[in-house]
């Protein structure tokens, strides 16, 4: 082959590469995608994998259930499983059973203590009813002490005042003013115990046949003793002004003839 004709093809070759090359170039523009047609595309694509996702799901969940079905179906063919079984349900039974039983004693125990409460309260009920009662009682009782205490310290005072008396009635010399005088007496019969200032204030008198209940006033003159002083307006004739006696005056005329 001559030379030239090597060096050639190579030129042939190149340029029959270029000339494809922008072919292809040039048909995969002419067919490239819009957005919208890409946008489009994506949204499928992430369809198909959900659905994916969904169906592996689903088939997970139902061999996981069909292995749990055959494994349980083993065990309840397996004797010894099967006896292993009923042996832990006999003891969940019991303890089931034995915590029943101690429910039912701490029910009664606390229903014991709370009848023992209830018990106690009504007895605390009673007994505060009991001491309102005899609080009553005592109040009502301590009423009828003081009343029986003051009834006779009452009887008392008046067997005592009874003993009272006026000693030495007399009127003063001059009078007052018309038709009034001072009388004075002194009281007797006070027990040392008693208030003579009271006894005389508490003591009556009759004077000129009227009963006067206490004095005007009243004099304590110590170890001479109580003193009362009345001031009387009437029946005092002796301090009203009158006409000691009547004389007739006769008129002797004398005529001259």
Known sequence: MPA??????????????????????????????????????????????????????????????????????????????????????????????????????????????????????????????????DKEEWVRHREDEKHEEERRRQEEEDRIRAGFAWDGLRGDQRCLQHGMRRYTAQLANVPREYDPVKACTETAIEIHGVKIPSPDRCEDRGCAGVFGHWIVNYSEPACVTHFDFFQEQRLHCAWIW
């Open 4 to 133: 030239n004709h090597v060096h050639r093809f190579p030129a042939r070759a190149q340029d029959l590469l270029r000339r494809t090359t922008f072919n292809l170039s040039t048909h995969q523009a002419s067919k490239r995608p819009s957005c919208l047609e890409t946008i489009n595309l994506r949204q499928i694509v992430r369809k198909n994998r959900l659905i994916w996702s969904i169906l592996c799901i689903v088939v997970t969940l139902c061999v996981l259930q069909f292995v749990g079905i055959v494994g349980r179906r083993e065990e309840a063919l397996d004797p010894v499983a099967r006896d292993r079984k009923r042996q832990e349900w006999d003891r969940e039974v019991k303890n089931h059973e034995a915590m029943r039983q101690a429910w039912s004693v701490e029910l009664a125990d606390h229903e014991a203590i709370r009848v023992g409460w209830e018990a106690e309260r009504q007895e605390i009920i009673t007994m505060r009813e009991q001491l309102v009662h």
